[in-house]
């Protein structure tokens, strides 16, 4: 009877494994079976206990101590908002009595829009539009009376005590002078669109003024189905060794109505930050072109006097700068540095100007989650148990008491938001094999609540015959040691040899070897893969960053050579292994990994079988001179480097299969590239695969797109892999 027993159960385990199903394209990107529940808009209430978040249908109150639901905050059906109308984001007044209501946004590139804004009143539940219009990027003064915006390159504020709107500057143009927000290269490279700041009291407001009339426009062919004609689109794009807009910062007083210029001390061609520091002085953070030398000047706002109060420096280039962080008692800063080969945390006094080092870890810090001013402590993200995790820390303003906040026990990748009394905060953790987790804790790390578990995701995986990554590294010839995940086929058999399938970007300081739930649906994607028969991999090579600056900035000025040289060493090694087979590897990646695939499918052809590249860059001279500027100088000082990896001086290499996609509306990549490109390979009589997605921008994404584009990829590697 005993036998019989088992016999059944392993049947019983046996007809639960031949029960389970495969994961389809359908799966991904037509039915989003396999999507994540997140928490939207979290933001901390002044008093720091309380917590408000975003749903379809209104924005919800929470207590952090026990996570307790105290109902709406604003319940959306008591608005009197027209049909079709939605709310995508809301901000709270600094008194907590007014929220502003973002509605019915219209994007205009990656990160900018256009909106139309409403303020709703707690106290009298009344709801007001700002204006008629729609505009961009509005705000609350800190005194929670006035809103500033900006309509048509021009910054203007209301005062909502009459609804009575001043308008500050008064000469913005399209494509030629933009007020209170950023050009496109800024955006896009410098990650900011939000070009003014209210002071701390609300009596002035600082803004930028871009004069980019030298700036060349690049034209984009529209192809609308209800047009007879093609349409066209004209925007300033700066490329590599071309005129950036000329930027200027501005001091405007309400109480005065006008504005004047701020001059600072060092000739600079970009400034990618300003913000007002706790004395009410204007910190203006500048660069030069090689981005090599990145000052900060203090403004006084009454005087327009500028001091030097920090610089850093670095032969190849200074990290993209960020806000830093100034104290309450005016008299210090915080910043991150890489001075020390590693991005660390230091102390700037204000008075003496004397750097001190907070941190001196040999790993990088990847943010400050938070300053705790009354207690002296610093909680930051670092990757310093390896690269690819993410883990939370505490240290005092003295560099001692470094303390690990996130769980030792679950390795992974953890952010952190914390209240604003600094109490609690709200933790997202995830790793290869834990859809994100979001939890309340208390300063120490303690979960005190467990807000989504992601719980019916597990349970949906649990039925799919899946794989999950695995770590480890190899060393190349020449001794680096490179971090890889790999994902393994199902059911993998002794002896049998697969198909391998990297994936790869590999952009200076990027990472895509991460213990997280990043890049979701492709991970989905690779995991139906792997149930094909695949090897997927990804190997983050030189150039890639969370290693320290010597590994990140090694590709200086000649992108493309020492990432090619990893990416073939990968397949070498991965060639070697006992269940790949080194005649069929192939590789994926978009962008800057559509680059990267584009190069070794020619110059490392008697390695890599088949390549797919989305929206790759094939030659640097036609990138954006901020992003390209900063790891090769300029064309002009550096022909050599842009021209000794450039695909298209080797369109004579390509052999094997090659799928090359682009979106016709990518304001990023330009499709010139891939035009470019096509007129190369096609001059060496080279037979590809080419795609285009009209009046698709970068992302390549839009109703049936991303299913279409994943299933195309799909049937090119099942014919051709």
């Known amino acids: 009877m005993k036998k019989i027993l088992v016999l059944l159960a392993a049947l019983f385990i046996s007809g639960l494994s031949f029960a389970q199903k495969n994961i389809t394209v359908e799966d991904i990107w037509k039915d989003y079976t396999f999507r994540q529940r997140s928490i939207s808009a979290i933001r901390s209430l002044a008093d720091g206990e309380h917590y408000c978040i975003l749903t379809r249908f209104g924005i919800e109150q929470y207590k952090y101590?026990?996570?307790?639901?105290?109902?709406y905050y604003l319940d959306f059906s008591t608005l009197n908002l027209s049909k079709g109308k939605f709310v995508t984001d809301y901000a709270v007044s600094a008194d907590n009595e007014k929220i502003l209501l973002t509605v019915n946004p219209e994007e205009i590139y990656r990160h900018s829009f256009n909106a139309e804004y409403y303020v709703y009143n707690v106290k009298d539940k009344s709801l007001k539009q700002i204006t008629k219009k729609k505009i961009r990027l509005a705000e609350f003064s800190p005194t929670s009376d006035k809103v500033a915006y900006v309509w048509n390159n021009n910054l203007y504020y209301m005062s909502l005590s009459d609804m009575k709107e001043i308008q500050i500057t008064f000469d913005g143009k399209y494509n030629?002078?933009?007020?209170?927000?950023?050009?496109?290269?800024?955006?896009?490279?410098?990650?900011?669109?939000?070009?003014?700041?209210?002071?701390?009291?609300?009596?002035?407001?600082?803004?930028?003024?871009?004069?980019?009339?030298?700036?060349?426009?690049?034209?984009?062919?529209?192809?609308?189905?209800?047009?007879?004609y093609?349409?066209?689109?004209?925007?300033?794009?700066?490329?590599a060794g071309e005129d950036n807009s000329k930027v200027t910062v501005f001091i405007y007083d309400l109480a005065k109505n006008a504005s004047k210029g701020v001059k600072i001390s060092s000739d600079y061609e970009y400034i990618p930050r300003i913000q007002w520091a706790q004395d009410n002085s204007l910190c203006?953070?500048?660069?030069?072109?090689?981005?090599?030398?990145?000052?900060l000047n203090l403004v006084n706002a009454e005087t327009f006097e500028a001091r030097e109060v920090f610089k850093d420096t670095d032969a190849c280039y200074v990290e993209q700068p960020d806000f830093v962080k100034f104290l309450k008692d005016k008299k210090t800063m915080i910043v991150r540095s890489e001075r020390n080969g590693f991005m660390n945390l230091y102390s700037v006094n204000l008075t003496n100007l004397n750097v001190t080092p907070i941190t001196t870890g040999l790993y990088d810090i990847d943010e400050i989650s938070f300053i705790d001013e009354k207690n002296s402590h610093i909680y930051f993200t670092a990757a310093s148990t390896a690269a690819y995790n993410r883990e939370l820390y505490r240290?005092?303003?003295?560099?001692?008491?470094?303390?690990?906040?996130?769980?030792?026990?679950?390795?992974?990748?953890?952010?952190?938001?914390?209240?604003n009394n600094g109490k609690y905060y709200i933790s997202s953790y995830s790793s290869a094999v834990t859809p994100t987790i979001y939890t309340i804790n208390n300063n120490k790390g303690k979960v005190l609540v467990t807000l989504e578990d992601n719980k019916a995701l597990k349970e949906t995986l649990e039925q799919y015959n899946i794989t999950n990554k695995e770590f480890s590294s190899f060393k190349t010839s020449t001794g680096e040691e490179l971090n890889y995940w790999i994902i393994k086929p199902t059911n993998m058999k002794k002896g049998e040899k697969h198909p391998l399938l990297f994936y790869v970007y590999g952009g200076p300081g990027s990472q895509e070897v991460l213990n997280s739930q990043s890049r979701?649906?492709?991970?989905?994607?690779?995991?139906?893969?792997?149930?094909?028969?695949?090897?997927?991999?990804?190997?983050?090579?030189?150039?890639?960053?969370?290693?320290?600056?010597?590994?990140?900035?090694?590709?200086?000025?000649?992108?493309?050579?020492?990432?090619?040289?990893?990416?073939?060493?990968?397949?070498?090694?991965?060639?070697?292994?006992d269940f790949v087979d080194k005649d069929r590897i192939g590789i994926f990646g978009w962008s800057y990994g559509g680059y990267m695939s584009s190069l070794c499918i020619t110059k490392g052809h008697e390695y890599y079988k088949t390549a797919i590249a989305v929206a790759p860059v094939t030659n640097w001279r036609s990138y954006d001179n901020v992003y390209t500027e900063r790891f090769m100088r300029t064309p002009q000082e550096n022909a050599e480097g842009y021209d000794n990896n450039c695909p298209i001086h080797y369109a004579d290499l390509l052999e094997g299969n090659y799928l090359l996609i682009h979106g016709t509306a990518d304001d990023n990549v330009h499709y010139q590239n891939t035009m470019n490109w096509t007129t190369e390979l096609i001059k060496h009589n080279k037979q590809f695969r080419q795609f285009s997605y009209p009046d698709k921008n970068h992302s390549i994404y839009g109703g049936n797109t991303r299913y279409h584009l994943y299933t195309m990829m799909t049937n090119f590697l099942l014919e051709k892999l």
């Open 65 to 71: 101590s026990t996570g307790e639901k105290l109902g």
């Open 176 to 228: 030629h002078i933009i007020n209170g927000t950023t050009d496109w290269v800024y955006e896009e490279e410098f990650a900011i669109t939000k070009g003014f700041y209210w002071n701390n009291d609300g009596t002035k407001i600082a803004y930028y003024r871009f004069d980019e009339s030298n700036v060349v426009e690049y034209d984009m062919t529209m192809f609308p189905q209800d047009s007879l």
């Open 230 to 239: 093609p349409l066209h689109y004209r925007y300033k794009y700066p490329k």
């Open 284 to 295: 203006v953070h500048s660069m030069n072109r090689h981005q090599n030398d990145y000052r």
């Open 395 to 419: 240290v005092n303003f003295n560099g001692k008491n470094l303390t690990l906040i996130s769980d030792k026990n679950n390795i992974g990748t953890y952010y952190a938001q914390f209240s």
């Open 520 to 577: 979701f649906y492709d991970y989905m994607w690779f995991r139906m893969l792997a149930e094909k028969g695949y090897v997927v991999a990804c190997v983050d090579g030189r150039g890639t960053g969370m290693r320290g600056s010597d590994f990140k900035k090694c590709t200086y000025l000649n992108l493309g050579k020492i990432e090619v040289e990893d990416q073939i060493e990968a397949a070498k090694y991965f060639g070697s292994l």
